[in-house]
Every structure is written in structure tokens, then in C-alpha cells.
């Protein structure tokens, strides 16, 4: 038996784990359920604001003593385990990051030396999705790369939109759990189209500008070769003068920026919810590598830290690249597979903390919260402070850090004094000075009042969604206006619609007039910012041929098909990298004379999703409806589509207007005629098919 409590012993007071009193417990209440009527901490004390942490003055850093800050995001960084709260669907690639040597002037990085070579990991990720989500859904897509430089590790942490939903970190949890499944039936898994989303950025204006691009084209991504990446914030660059300067991270993908149209995005979601991680990993198995330019806008260091009005240190804002112009300063190349996805893909842990010299972050307090979440995050997903320690997270660098033990220590620490300075290992490891390339913070004058405010620049919530919207192409805007309709008919709350009216009312008359007309609504009036210049840099749509490695050409062969001509256009696709997939009724082998081509699609396991051009080889009959769908689909979804031969007949019985931009028809596979396909799949699409000249 246990023995007695004694006189001077006593238990904690009955409550329940939201505070209440046991004993004061309603009949018939949760006493599990959250009490009171304000909100508190965790320790029960109320709070009269949680959307601004506690700065050194309205422009100052986030201060450590800010314990609801710190409370916040750590509780937030550990709700769940061991999957990522957020960026949990993700894939990755290995490579290498050669400089162009043009960015020594404004930085000391030795990575971006002239000719240097930087092995790499690049990771790319949905945010709102568990790891069994789709690709395809309509998210922000992480765009993280490791650089495992001679200086040590240097994480450029960013998303293939250049602007966050918020201004303060300290409100990442709220635009999380807004965003995620409603709490009560976990769904809408991966969609923002409900109503607690729509709720909070409606009522938190500052998110109007990511919005907009969320609800654009940029929201699904064709592939990830051909998605933009941005480091979101402002960095601080120092050059070896000790010279700052301003800057952001952009890369560019030397594919091009390509959008899915929201059709394929839903059947991709359907057909092959791997579609962009399984469309990377055979790009390159097949030769055709993701390739992406690093570009830096180099902005001048001021006091002010704005640059033509635009407040540096907003997260929701851009520099256009019209009057900031985007240099080139090196060039990544993901050319390797992982050879295991737990161990690297899920294993990898990045932080914005992970600096190197000649590169610092800026008062930006989306980014000051970063810098704490990360690193804490890592000490619950790989469960201790050793994560460093990992292979995929290990540097190039030698280490020596004098910490000690803890959860998953794998090396073997040798002395007696893991501690500075110290005379029983003759004060080893030594401190390393400038000359030594040790890290060192550029002297910065901080002070201010302790304060839970932003500046005042950061109340412009609208007129860079008015940029946006401005920027785009008739067709570019007819799928805004289709997304937010579309998001906003999952809406249950009429009030929440409306609303969400009322900020599009300020961003634009048209953008607003023609979303309430999808839903029904009058169209509110607002008062837009005026004198806005577009800028042609934020259109993804171009005239101009790209290249097609990496992408996808399906051939339609039946029984009596052309092998010679499939033989020829395989190998002037191959040519340029992109890879030929024979599509028929049945699998096996097709064979005449002397050629054979193996069926690797058969119409029952595939759709127009898997290719970005459908051509129909001469001989072959329509006489499966999946191959009438596959060739509307291809067709609506404005990709290349050509026949050669009696190929033609094929497609005008599918009613295909052969007539139409993008469709290639020839007598054989001859030269120009492959010439004639490869341009078309190099333009994308053929929007002209989408979108009648002169239509409103």
C-alpha cells in the first residue's frame, strides 16, 4: 500500500485542463471545452491584443521577452507530430547552385563567387495539405533550398509567391488554422474554399494582395520547373567592404512560368494526386533536369528602408521588377533523385536562421518570428537538438560547436570543457574573427517603446492587389474571377461573401462586379487606388517559344498506325527532352513490318492530364469514346494538339476544330511538321482558343 499523505503534503487544486473548477462544473457541460470569456495565455492571462508582437518601436525587432509571442508559436509549432504542421506534402531533387560571380559587389557569400559550386537540396511543398493531399490544389507552394556552402549551411527559405497572407508573424497560427480543415469534421482537406478561410482574410485586409495571387494562376502551378520562387522577405547583404545593401531573392525557372487550368488541376487531383512530385522525379530519371536562375533586386540600404513608397519590411508587399530590375547571379540545377524519402525529403530541416556570412535578415516581423518557429519546430519533428546531424542536414563544413549530449547525439565529443574560454583544453575550439570568416552582425542602432503596433505604411492593404489585378491578361483575369467564384460558393455564411465583396471592392470595380455576379450578389463599391501602373513582369502568359525538356507528348496509335512516322517524332521530341508516351486502346506492343512500339498508356489509365501536347498518328481509328474525351479535354485545355495523315479524321470526329490555334496537322513526320509541333508545345498553350479576340 502506498503510504498516507501527510499534513504537509497536498495535491493540485481540482481543475479541469481549461481552468475550470471541478467542482463547479454545469451538469451537462464539456468540462474539457475552453472557459471564459476573454482570450488568455496559457497560464490564464488576458489579452487585449494578439495580432502585433512586442517590438523595440513600430519598426523595431521582435523582442525575446514577449512571452505571448513565444507562447503562441511555440504550442503552434507542436501541434503536430511527427508530420509537418505546415509544407507537409512535399518532394525534392538534389543539385548544384554555380555562381555567375556578378554578385560580389553587394555581398561576401562566398557561394556566389564567380564559378564557385554549391551542392544543393531543394525541397517544394503544398502548405495546407497532410502528406496524403494532392499536388494539384489550389495552395502556396514552399520553394526551400539547402546551399551546402564551404561556410556552412545557408537555407533560402521561400514560396512561389513573393507576398504573405500577413505582416506580423505572430498571426501565422491564426491564418494556419483558418486555412486547415474546419476543427469540427477535419474537412475541407487542402482547400481554402470554406468558411473559416474566406472568414479570417476577410477580415484581416492585409492578406488581399496573397489572395489575389492565390486565387490566380499561380495558385496551381503546371509543374514545379515551371514555378517562380521568392525569398518573400527583405534581406540585408553585406559586401566584404562592409557595405549593405537591400535585397530580394527571386529564381527563375528557365522553363517558364506555366499555369494548369482549373479543370486539369481537379483531375489531377482524381487521376494522380503525385502528378507534380511523380512529373519532377521522372523529368529528371529522364535527363531533363529542373533548371532555375537565382536573381537578386539590389536595393538601396536607407534609413527608411523603403524604396518609391514601398515599405521594405511589409511581407505583403513587392518591388515590380520594372523599376527594380531582377539581376541574374547564378543558376540551380536539380539533376538527382533521393534515393529515400523519409531519410531526405522528410528528414530535411530548414530555417531562416541558417546564414552565412555576407547575407543578414532585416526587422521584417513575419521574418522575425521565423527565425524562433523554425528551429523550434525541429525539436519536436526530429525529435531533439540533433537533428543537425542528420546526413541531409549535415554541412560541408567542418564543426565544432561545444554542444553536448542530448536526444540522437551521434558524435563522439572528445576533451573535458565544452565551454568558452577555458584552460583545460589549451581554450580550444578558438573564435574566429572577421578575417577568419566568422559571422558578424552589421552594428545597427535599435530603440523604441515597447510597443504592439505596426508602422503606419503597413495600412496600404489594397492598392498592390490593385498592381496584380492590372497586370494580368484577359485570360489571366477570367481565371481570378473564376477562382474567387468558385472558393466563394463553397462559403456557407452569406455575411462572409459579402464581405469578402467589400475588399474586392477596393481592389478593383470589374474584379468585384464580375465575382458578385457569379454569386448572385450585388456588386458593393469601394474605392480602388488610383494611378496604378501595371507591371508586364507578373503576366505568366508570353508569345515566346520555351524549351521542352521535361515535358510530355502522348501519340495515339491504333493497330494499323504509322510506327515509322511514331519512331521519327519520338526522336525529334527526345531530341529537345521531352519524352513520347504511345497511347492506345490496349497495352502490349503495336507492330508493322519491321517497327514495334511499346504501349505505355492505355485510355483506361490515363487522361489529357499526363500531356502537355495529344497528336494522332496516321492509321489510326476512333473507336473508343475515352479517346473522344481525351482529345476535348487536350483541346479545351488549349494544349498542342496535331495529326498527320488520316491522323486528321480522327480528331474532326472527336469535334475538334483542326482549324484552330495550336492544332498541327501534316501529310507525314517530316521536318517542318515536327518543327511546326514543337514550337506549338514550347508556347504552352494556345490561349487564343480560351479567350475570343476583343472579348471583355
Known amino acids: 500500500m502506498p503510504p498516507k499523505r501527510q499534513r504537509d503534503q497536498a495535491a493540485p487544486e481540482p481543475t479541469s485542463p481549461t481552468g475550470k473548477k471541478e467542482v463547479a462544473a454545469n451538469i451537462g457541460e464539456d468540462r474539457r471545452a475552453q472557459a471564459g470569456r476573454y482570450l488568455t495565455t496559457a497560464q490564464g492571462v488576458r489579452l487585449h491584443d494578439t495580432d502585433h508582437s512586442l517590438k523595440a518601436g513600430p519598426r523595431g525587432p521582435s523582442l525575446l521577452e514577449d512571452f505571448h509571442l513565444r507562447e503562441k ?6 501541434e503536430r507530430i511527427p508530420e509537418r504542421v505546415v509544407h507537409a506534402r512535399g518532394a525534392a531533387a538534389h543539385g548544384t547552385f554555380r555562381a555567375y560571380g556578378n554578385a560580389e559587389s553587394v555581398t561576401k557569400a562566398g557561394f556566389l563567387a564567380k564559378g564557385r559550386e554549391t551542392p544543393v537540396f531543394a525541397r517544394f511543398s503544398t502548405v ?22 564551404e561556410e556552412g549551411n545557408f537555407d533560402l527559405v521561400g514560396n512561389n509567391m513573393p507576398v504573405f497572407f500577413i505582416q506580423d508573424g505572430i498571426k501565422f497560427p491564426d491564418i494556419i488554422h483558418a486555412g486547415k480543415p474546419h476543427p469540427d469534421r477535419e474537412i475541407p482537406q487542402a482547400q481554402s474554399a470554406h468558411d473559416t478561410f474566406w472568414d479570417f482574410v476577410s477580415l484581416h485586409t492585409e492578406a488581399t494582395h496573397h489572395v489575389i495571387w492565390a486565387m490566380s494562376d499561380r495558385g496551381i502551378p503546371r509543374s514545379y520547373r515551371t514555378m517562380e520562387g521568392f525569398g518573400v522577405h527583405t534581406f540585408r547583404l553585406v559586401n566584404a567592404a562592409g557595405e549593405t545593401s537591400l535585397v530580394k531573392f527571386h529564381w527563375k525557372p528557365v522553363a517558364g512560368v506555366h499555369s494548369l487550368v482549373w479543370e486539369e488541376a481537379q483531375i489531377a487531383a482524381g487521376a494522380d494526386p503525385d502528378f507534380h512530385r511523380r512529373d519532377m522525379a521522372d523529368g ?59 531519410a531526405e525529403t522528410e528528414q530535411v530541416a530548414f530555417h531562416t536562421g541558417h546564414l552565412v ?45 561545444n554542444l553536448r549530449d542530448g536526444m540522437h547525439q551521434t558524435a563522439i565529443h572528445q576533451g573535458l570543457a565544452p565551454y568558452k574560454p577555458n584552460s583545460v583544453d589549451d581554450d580550444q575550439p578558438e573564435v574566429a574573427g572577421e578575417a577568419e570568416g566568422a559571422y558578424i552582425h552589421v552594428p545597427r542602432e535599435v530603440a523604441g517603446p515597447k510597443i504592439r503596433a505596426n508602422p503606419v505604411s503597413f495600412d496600404d492593404h489594397f492598392s498592390q492587389a490593385t498592381l496584380f489585378w492590372l497586370s494580368m491578361s484577359e485570360v489571366e ?89 511514331i519512331g521519327k517524332l519520338r526522336k525529334a521530341v ?123
Open 477 to 565: 483575369r477570367a481565371h481570378i474571377v473564376e477562382a474567387y467564384t468558385f472558393e466563394l460558393s463553397k462559403v456557407y455564411e452569406k455575411p462572409i461573401r459579402e464581405r469578402v465583396l467589400g475588399v474586392l471592392a477596393n481592389v478593383d470595380a470589374e474584379l468585384c462586379a464580375r465575382v458578385a455576379a457569379g454569386l448572385g450578389l450585388p456588386a458593393p463599391k469601394g474605392e480602388p487606388a488610383r494611378g496604378v501602373v501595371p507591371s508586364p513582369a507578373l503576366s505568366q502568359l508570353t508569345t515566346a517559344v520555351g524549351p521542352v525538356a521535361g515535358r510530355v507528348v502522348g501519340v495515339v496509335a491504333g493497330p494499323g498506325a504509322d510506327l515509322a512516322g
Open 357 to 401: 556570412p555576407g547575407i543578414e535578415i532585416t526587422n521584417d516581423p513575419l521574418m522575425q518570428a521565423r527565425m524562433f518557429s523554425y528551429l523550434d519546430t525541429q525539436l519536436t519533428r526530429l525529435g531533439g537538438p540533433n537533428f543537425t546531424q542528420l546526413p541531409i542536414n549535415r554541412p560541408h563544413a567542418p564543426i565544432n560547436d
Open 574 to 696: 527526345e531530341a529537345k527532352g521531352a519524352v513520347l508516351h504511345v497511347v492506345a486502346q490496349i497495352g502490349g506492343e503495336l507492330k508493322r513490318g519491321r517497327a514495334t512500339e511499346t504501349v505505355e498508356r492505355t485510355f483506361l489509365a490515363t487522361r489529357s492530364i499526363e500531356y502537355d501536347a495529344v497528336v494522332v498518328a496516321a492509321g489510326t481509328v476512333a473507336n473508343d469514346p475515352r479517346l473522344v474525351v481525351l482529345l476535348q479535354e487536350a483541346f479545351r485545355h488549349c494544349k498542342a494538339l496535331g495529326a498527320w495523315g488520316d491522323g486528321a479524321a480522327v480528331l474532326e470526329a472527336a469535334g475538334i476544330d483542326t482549324s484552330a490555334a495550336g492544332v498541327v496537322l501534316g501529310d507525314s513526320v517530316a521536318k517542318p511538321y515536327t518543327t511546326a509541333l514543337l514550337t506549338a508545345l514550347g508556347k504552352h498553350r494556345a490561349w487564343d482558343r480560351a479567350v475570343p479576340a476583343g472579348s471583355a
Open 128 to 149: 495546407l495539405g497532410s502528406r496524403g493531399s494532392a499536388d494539384t490544389v489550389r495552395d502556396v507552394r514552399g520553394f526551400a533550398v539547402k546551399f551546402y556552402t
Open 284 to 342: 529528371i530519371e529522364a535527363g531533363a533536369p529542373l533548371e532555375y536562375e537565382l536573381g537578386l533586386q539590389v536595393l538601396p540600404d536607407t534609413e527608411d528602408e523603403t524604396f518609391e513608397g514601398i515599405d521594405l519590411l511589409d511581407p505583403t508587399k513587392i518591388v515590380p521588377e520594372e523599376p527594380a530590375e531582377v539581376v541574374l547571379v547564378g543558376k540551380l540545377t536539380l539533376d538527382r533523385n533521393p534515393t529515400n524519402y523519409f
Open 73 to 78: 508559436i511555440t504550442h503552434f509549432d507542436h
